[in-house]
């Protein structure tokens, strides 16, 4: 036990050190990358003098690293920070993490109100400290799904240096939310394996029930920070479904009749998460009478969100499938075909003993067997939620933003790593670099052009 926690404690020590080395990589090029973009917006919200670009001109690096990381989405979040929601648009972009800027903004500037930059600085502390405090929730989150082995035990510590290396490049550290929902829609996820694995004697003890509803406590903040954490109700959905042969047979048990109500007391909190804020908008903008009634207030379901990503961003059912958006479909396709592969593979594997993982075979021997990655498919449900992701993103909204959101789900980096032991393993024999390497080269580029294209204000975003 010693030696398996002393092992733990030293990935810990290396994954910080990678952290901070690709952060420092990230940073040092986004200090460098010139002038504000062909975007002003950024640079007139931090300063709204005609003599911006004079400024700018002989501002200190530090100040154009700021101004850099202060694109797209982010002027939204901030905005909203410094003197709350105002605009209807505004609905779409998470009001819980704007008010976390808020109060960190002025915290750091000391003051009642503090200025637009400390706003932005204060996003860039919390995206980048929630990015590490994710990445080992990942290592702890991975340890549970994979075996004891000595492979196995160093899968994890690979995932998380790709969860480092993802794809979503300085996302992960602008004022945008997809750091904060990492860390807390895999926190949610760890909960919930703390609950199965608490789950094994027939009692329902204290642990059990309180990882559970933490699970699902955490699955309802990460659907404020952003909406696809509503897909993570999936995983408590399949755990309620697992039970269904058993009460159609007549025997299920009174301790296993409690979990289902438990289950579906922790999935009721990620729906009110979803509810909530839409009910609070509807208090906003649909008591007024006469012509101020906006169009979304007289629908049977009224929904600001599905209203202003239909009417804003024009997001809908094969909406975006035009010839236009041709490349970016392209742009996206490795990323959705790496989160449908991992996931099937997962969920076919892992369902064939759904309350109970198992080691699957791996022989470099058998053709077949060199592609299935060594781990034992404990949690298949946690496949899910990125699957249900992938499709959504293909069919129903900007396809290539799944580059970014995909980095809160896990089952994907398990599988690149898998892939990577299968590379070793051939190479011993006398094998060529197999789609680990290949995999691993493209996320590092892509997250360092995309980067650079980031902090000039350039798409895609």
């Given at each position: 036990?010693?030696?398996?926690?002393?092992?733990?404690?030293?990935?810990?020590?290396?994954?910080?050190?990678?952290?901070?080395?690709?952060?420092?990589?990230?940073?040092?090029?986004?200090?460098?990358?010139?002038?504000?973009?062909?975007?002003?917006?950024?640079?007139?919200?931090?300063?709204?003098?005609?003599?911006?670009?004079?400024?700018?001109?002989?501002?200190?690096?530090?100040?154009?690293?700021?101004?850099?990381?202060?694109?797209?989405?982010?002027?939204?979040?901030?905005?909203?920070?410094?003197?709350?929601?105002?605009?209807?648009?505004?609905?779409?972009?998470?009001?819980?993490?704007?008010?976390?800027?808020?109060?960190?903004?002025?915290?750091?500037?000391?003051?009642?109100?503090?200025?637009?930059?400390?706003?932005?600085?204060?996003?860039?502390?919390?995206?980048?400290?929630?990015?590490?405090?994710?990445?080992?929730?990942?290592?702890?989150?991975?340890?549970?799904?994979?075996?004891?082995?000595?492979?196995?035990?160093?899968?994890?510590?690979?995932?998380?240096?790709?969860?480092?290396?993802?794809?979503?490049?300085?996302?992960?550290?602008?004022?945008?939310?997809?750091?904060?929902?990492?860390?807390?829609?895999?926190?949610?996820?760890?909960?919930?394996?703390?609950?199965?694995?608490?789950?094994?004697?027939?009692?329902?003890?204290?642990?059990?029930?309180?990882?559970?509803?933490?699970?699902?406590?955490?699955?309802?903040?990460?659907?404020?920070?952003?909406?696809?954490?509503?897909?993570?109700?999936?995983?408590?959905?399949?755990?309620?479904?697992?039970?269904?042969?058993?009460?159609?047979?007549?025997?299920?048990?009174?301790?296993?009749?409690?979990?289902?109500?438990?289950?579906?007391?922790?999935?009721?909190?990620?729906?009110?998460?979803?509810?909530?804020?839409?009910?609070?908008?509807?208090?906003?903008?649909?008591?007024?009478?006469?012509?101020?009634?906006?169009?979304?207030?007289?629908?049977?379901?009224?929904?600001?969100?599905?209203?202003?990503?239909?009417?804003?961003?024009?997001?809908?059912?094969?909406?975006?499938?035009?010839?236009?958006?041709?490349?970016?479909?392209?742009?996206?396709?490795?990323m959705l075909w790496l989160l449908v592969y991992s996931s099937v593979t997962?969920?076919?594997?892992?369902?064939?003993?759904?309350?109970?993982?198992?080691?699957?075979?791996?022989?470099?021997?058998?053709?077949?067997?060199?592609?299935?990655?060594?781990?034992?498919?404990?949690?298949?449900?946690?496949?899910?939620?990125?699957?249900?992701?992938?499709?959504?993103?293909?069919?129903?909204?900007?396809?290539?933003?799944?580059?970014?959101?995909?980095?809160?789900?896990?089952?994907?980096?398990?599988?690149?790593?898998?892939?990577?032991?299968?590379?070793?393993?051939?190479?011993?024999?006398?094998?060529?670099?197999?789609?680990?390497?290949?995999?691993?080269?493209?996320?590092?580029?892509?997250?360092?052009?995309?980067?650079?294209?980031?902090?000039?204000?350039?798409?895609?975003?």
């Amino acid at each position: 036990m010693s030696t398996m926690a002393a092992s733990s404690s030293s990935d810990k020590r290396q994954l910080v050190f990678v952290f901070f080395a690709w952060k420092a990589l990230l940073f040092c090029l986004t200090a460098l990358c010139p002038g504000p973009g062909y975007d002003t917006s950024g640079l007139i919200l931090i300063d709204s003098s005609l003599d911006r670009y004079t400024n700018l001109k002989f501002s200190s690096r530090f100040d154009q690293f700021v101004l850099n990381l202060f694109r797209w989405d982010a002027l939204y979040f901030v905005k909203a920070a410094e003197r709350g929601l105002m605009f209807e648009q505004e609905w779409a972009f998470s009001p819980g993490f704007s008010g976390i800027l808020n109060v960190m903004g002025r915290y750091i500037s000391g003051t009642a109100a503090g200025t637009i930059q400390y706003y932005v600085l204060a996003g860039i502390i919390i995206s980048t400290t929630c990015h590490l405090l994710s990445v080992l929730i990942l290592h702890r989150l991975t340890t549970h799904l994979t075996g004891v082995g000595w492979q196995q035990s160093r899968i994890p510590f690979v995932a998380s240096v790709l969860h480092i290396l993802t794809p979503a490049s300085l996302f992960l550290s602008a004022p945008y939310t997809e750091s904060l929902f990492s860390l807390i829609n895999l926190a949610g996820m760890l909960c919930y394996a703390e609950s199965r694995s608490a789950a094994k004697t027939s009692s329902l003890g204290f642990l059990e029930i309180f990882y559970k509803l933490s699970s699902g406590l955490l699955f309802a903040v990460a659907t404020t920070i952003r909406s696809n954490g509503l897909l993570s109700g999936l995983v408590l959905l399949y755990d309620v479904t697992r039970y269904v042969p058993q009460l159609l047979s007549m025997r299920l048990g009174i301790h296993n009749m409690f979990r289902i109500i438990l289950t579906c007391a922790s999935g009721s909190l990620i729906a009110l998460a979803f509810v909530g804020p839409q009910y609070l908008a509807y208090l906003d903008f649909c008591n007024a009478s006469g012509s101020a009634v906006r169009p979304w207030c007289e629908k049977s379901i009224p929904s600001i969100y599905s209203w202003v990503q239909s009417h804003y961003w024009n997001v809908g059912l094969f909406r975006y499938w035009t010839l236009p958006n041709l490349p970016l479909f392209l742009l996206a396709f490795p990323m959705l075909w790496l989160l449908v592969y991992s996931s099937v593979t997962y969920l076919r594997i892992g369902y064939a003993q759904p309350l109970r993982g198992r080691s699957v075979p791996h022989s470099s021997n058998t053709s077949g067997a060199k592609h299935t990655p060594p781990l034992t498919y404990n949690l298949p449900e946690l496949a899910l939620p990125q699957l249900v992701l992938a499709v959504t993103a293909a069919t129903s909204f900007h396809v290539q933003i799944v580059n970014r959101i995909s980095s809160g789900y896990p089952i994907w980096y398990l599988t690149v790593a898998s892939w990577l032991f299968d590379v070793e393993s051939e190479r011993r024999t006398g094998g060529q670099p197999g789609r680990a390497q290949y995999t691993i080269r493209a996320m590092v580029m892509y997250a360092m052009i995309q980067g650079m294209l980031f902090a000039n204000f350039l798409p895609p975003a």
